[in-house]
């Protein structure tokens, strides 16, 4: 057991050291090629030196005894060949400076390319490279291993003295690597990876030495075992510092599967978190004394992985561990990296909100430490624990970003928690006393609405910075929502005018604000301020449906605000709120919550959708960004087809669509009407260039929900198979909304190329299919009263119509295609017909017997070759036209 486990950490460490080694060695190349050509260019102007101070020494006595006119005109002939021709001294051994300098450059662009080709497996490289050094220190590791196995099984080496002599090669490998790292020019070591060997040997030894001791010969405790692993993974880090990373991750490794490892059986939470603390804490200071993101991110993940396990095995008693091993987290995984482990620096500069937003390994160093002590506080529990942390958390997230403004977006994230622990706090039970709203969970509603108020004023007055005004308005708005949304049916009469009250004085407050500063920005968001405030005191008066208009509203206020005093908001809040309407209007007709609800008489749909319709189209009047005027355009189209799906399903059943209960007149309707706006969304996508995607994807995920409901009413439960009501009309009705009109749709669709061209040949070839059922279902229904299911044998009349119906419509298509030049149409007219006269003689003549059968095949034959001589003769020598 003991042996296996060494053979599988000496793998992992080959394996490692191995890809080190060939992701390293292509680097390691080009930086001994480009010494050796600064080397050779050194030799080169040392010589190119020597030379001409002989030269001048030689030549000195002569220039001084001649006039200096004569030197100069005789200087060209008085030196030697080599100095007063540059053209003969190219082809010298000793080569001007130019010339090195250009074979230098071009040995430097072509090195690049011969990297790029040296990416991939080479064996004389590999040899040549650090190969030998893993291949020679497996076959060192495998003859040892071999060789151990021989003395155990022969029965040479006691189970102490295995351990020991173990543990002292470990020691030694390590103690023989720092020897040769101090001395590596005496030994001519060019590679990092010698030492790195040797020592990663050394550790992984050291390491399996003290889990055989533990788990397979029982000599030493699981306490002693746990810390001797956890002083080998230690030390195997710091040795990084000296031989490089390969040992900090060894080390790191180690150090964290430590408690998987060795199971002391005390189920100490704080231990376990201490101890994580400790290897994170040394992990972050290596990866960044190495310079290791890698690092980090392992460190990172196996930090979470152990504070996730904590909180499964943690009780309420653990609850002030959790929370300083978060605050710990946070600081290594995101302050230390950014402010230094001082937290000293700052940075004050203002940065856009979508810039704070952007995705940083840092949002994802303070957002999961949290998620996990939010999962903690998710179960039942002591209130004072929430209190405590939403104290503590919330001075976290409001104060570091005063100091860093990269940090600026962790005041949302402390926004958000306060909201998770206001979910989480009991609320009063007897409503009875009518001071509840002013206890538990009301009370930490109202002070944290409060106390976000006031921080994010008093931010913004100290560093201006537009985070703040955006948290301004969210802040005590979505509390004061939130607090109410949730509120019981009985306890919302005594909530009401508290609440009112108080969002009157923010709304009375901002107003007199705004109207005394001058910086329109201010302005416009303590306008907006007020503007909600005012709005969610009248939505909380009104049925759930008018809350969606209430949000509709701002976008139109805050359009013409913007518009109002020349400011520009950021789209990405106007964006934000256009898509909690659109989701809350897609939603809320199939929800009961809203299936009888009725504003002024009638049910809500009939008054909220055209309102808000409105209100989009009068904020595109108002709002400037062209981006987000393509957004409410795409909004107002589906506002519009929400509208029509609902009112039309309520017009003609009396209630919304229920997709799991759709009669056959609902699912036609409903097609149709996701037909016709998939048809307007793909003609609105060629008017829109920016937005083409966005409006083809809902105009395609419209004609899928059609093609779905088609394909069971049209298909799985086709008139001409159950017994369905049509309608009793003979020229108005549901043929017409199943089939007809969708056939022209179609049609339309594809002939205007409002589609990509390899799906236009599919829409015909559906719309020629739509066309056959309507016509046929029609002839069927002027029979039949309407009923279309094929019931036995069809009458000779209908038989006949069929058959006249359809040679009209072959000619009229042959004819028509022949005056257009539309060579397909006609191809497709000619195979009608031949169909038709087939029905004819097959079908309709099928009744006759003996000499009348005979006459009606001969007649079959002689229409098929009429057929095609008109065929050939239309299509003798006529020129390419159209193709439809």
């Known amino acids: ?150 003395s155990i099984e022969a029965g040479l080496l006691s189970p102490e003295l295995r351990v020991i002599l173990g543990t002292v090669f470990g020691l030694s490998l390590v103690v023989g690597a720092d020897y040769l790292f101090r001395r590596r020019e005496r030994f001519h070591i060019h590679s990092p990876y010698v030492c790195a060997a040797l020592a990663s040997g050394g550790v992984i030894t050291c390491f399996a ?142 940065l856009p909100v979508r810039t704070l937003l952007m995705p940083r390994k840092e949002h994802l160093g303070v957002l999961l430490p949290v998620l996990a002590l939010a999962g903690f506080l998710a179960e039942p529990g002591e209130p004072l624990h929430l209190v405590i942390s939403a104290m503590v958390l919330s001075a976290l997230f409001w104060l570091i970003p005063a100091r860093y403004s990269v940090l600026d977006s962790w005041v949302f994230l402390g926004l958000g928690f306060l909201l998770f622990v206001f979910t989480r706090m009991p609320g009063p039970q007897d409503y009875s006393d009518n001071l509840f709203p002013f206890r538990d969970n009301y ?74 500063v001058t910086n329109t ?41 913007s518009w109002k005093l020349r400011v520009q908001l950021p789209d990405w809040l106007f964006k934000a ?87 056959f007149r609902e699912a036609a309707l409903l097609a149709l009407n996701w037909l016709i706006l998939s048809a307007v969304y793909w003609w609105r996508a060629r008017l829109a260039p920016k937005a083409t995607r966005l409006y083809q994807g809902f105009g395609l995920l419209l004609a899928v929900g059609a093609l779905l409901l088609h394909f069971d009413i049209s298909v799985l439960s086709n008139p001409f198979i159950e017994t369905v009501d049509t309608g009793g009309g003979l020229l108005i009705n549901w043929l017409l909304i199943l089939w007809a009109v969708p056939a022209v749709i179609l049609l339309t669709v594809a002939r205007l190329g409002l589609t990509p061209a390899r799906s236009q040949a599919f829409l015909y070839a559906l719309s020629g299919i739509l066309s056959c059922f309507y016509i046929n279902g029609f002839i069927r229904g002027a029979y039949n009263g309407g009923a279309l299911k094929l019931n036995g044998g069809l009458e000779q009349a209908e038989l006949y119509t069929y058959s006249v119906v359809w040679l009209i419509l072959a000619t009229a298509t042959i004819f028509f295609s022949q005056y257009k030049a539309l060579l397909r149409l006609r191809n497709i007219g000619f195979g009608l017909l031949a169909l038709v006269i087939l029905k004819a003689f097959l079908v309709d003549m099928a009744h006759l017997e003996g000499l009348y059968r005979a006459v009606s095949f001969i007649g079959l034959g002689l229409s098929l070759v009429g057929i095609g001589w008109l065929f050939q003769k239309l299509t003798h020598g006529e020129k390419p036209g159209g193709t439809l």
Not at 636 to 655: A, Y
């Open 521 to 561: 920005l201010v302005q416009v968001t303590l306008s907006i301020l007020a503007n909600t405030s005012i709005t969610l005191c009248m939505t909380m008066l009104l049925d759930a449906a008018t809350l969606t208009l209430a949000i509709a509203i701002q976008i139109g206020v805050m359009s013409y605000l």
């Open 209 to 350: 030495m003290v889990l055989v001791a533990y788990d397979y010969y029982d000599f030493i405790h699981a306490q002693l075992a746990f810390g001797l692993l956890a002083v080998v993974s230690l030390v195997s880090a710091t040795l990084a510092l000296r031989f490089g990373p390969l040992l900090a991750w060894i080390g790191v490794t180690g150090a964290y599967a430590v408690p998987a490892l060795v199971n002391t059986g005390s189920g100490n939470v704080a231990a376990l978190l201490l101890y994580t603390a400790f290897v994170s804490v040394s992990a972050i200071w290596i990866s960044q004394s190495v310079r290791q993101t890698r690092l980090w991110w392992l460190s990172f993940l196996a930090n979470f992985g152990w504070l996730v396990m904590a909180v499964l095995m943690a009780g309420q008693s653990h609850f002030y561990a959790l929370l300083l091993f978060t605050l710990v987290s946070v600081y290594l995984f995101v302050l230390s990296d950014l402010m230094g482990w001082s937290l000293r620096a700052t940075m004050t500069e203002s």
């Open 1 to 150: 057991m003991d042996w296996l486990i060494l053979v599988v950490f000496i793998g992992l460490f080959l394996i490692t050291g191995a890809i080190l080694s060939f992701s390293n060695r292509s680097t390691i190349n080009d930086l001994r090629r480009e010494i050796k050509v600064l080397q050779e260019h050194i030799n080169l102007q040392a010589r190119q030196i020597g030379r001409l101070n002989s030269l001048i020494s030689s030549h000195r006595p002569a220039s001084e005894s001649t006039d200096p006119s004569e030197i100069k005109a005789g200087h060209k002939d008085s030196l030697p060949e080599a100095v007063s021709s540059p053209a003969k001294a190219s082809s010298n051994p000793a080569k001007p400076l130019s010339v090195v300098d250009s074979k230098s450059a071009s040995e430097k662009t072509k090195a690049p390319s011969a990297t790029k080709q040296g990416s991939s497996f080479n064996f004389d490289q590999f040899i040549r490279g650090n190969g030998l050094l893993w291949l020679g220190g497996l076959v060192l590791a495998m003859g040892g291993i071999f060789l151990a196995r021989y």
């Open 577 to 663: 709120a256009l898509m909690v309407v659109a989701a809350r209007l897609t939603v809320a007709p199939w929800l009961d919550a809203y299936a009888g609800q009725q504003i002024l008489g009638v049910h809500w749909t009939l008054v909220i959708y055209p309102l808000v319709l409105g209100i989009l189209w009068f904020s595109r009047a108002y709002n400037e960004s062209q981006e987000f005027k393509r957004w409410l355009e795409g909004a107002f189209l589906h506002v519009l087809s929400l509208f029509v799906t609902t009112e039309t399903t309520f017009w003609l059943v009396g209630r919304y669509p229920d997709f799991t209960d759709l009669s």
């Open 443 to 516: 009370l930490f509603a109202q002070l944290a609405a409060w106390a976000t108020l006031a921080y994010s004023g008093l931010m913004y007055r100290i560093w201006q910075r537009p985070a703040y005004l955006l948290l301004l308005v969210l802040g005590p708005m979505s509390m004061f929502a939130l607090s109410y949304a949730l509120a019981a049916a009985e306890a919302s009469e005594f909530l009401y005018p508290v609440w009112a009250i108080q969002l009157a004085v923010i709304a009375i407050g901002s107003s007199a604000i705004a109207s005394r």
